[in-house]
């Protein structure tokens, strides 16, 4: 991965960024309640497994973000 990105890629990271908090809001607020309703001494175990989960949800979330901006078709031959 690189480190440093065009200006025309920083643009299309910043809006996919945005697309991507849109997208995992409930996801953002489950991981907000879930430790806020937790005590420190339950921080890990039950709710630890609660907030990867959500975690991995915007992950895939993220992915077809990306994806949904991109052509997956392919042209049959003729």
Known sequence: MKESL???????AQLLAQRIAQ???DEF???ARTL???DP???????EFQVRDA???V???????????????TRGVV
Do not use: C, P
């Open 6 to 12: 065009s200006a025309t890629q920083e643009a299309e």
């Open 23 to 25: 997208a995992a809001q």
């Open 59 to 73: 992950a895939a979330k993220a992915y077809q973000e990306h994806l949904a901006q991109k052509k997956t078709a």
């Open 29 to 31: 607020l489950q991981i």
């Open 36 to 38: 806020v309703a937790s």
């Open 41 to 47: 001494a339950s921080l890990f175990g039950a709710a």
């Open 55 to 57: 975690v991995l949800r």
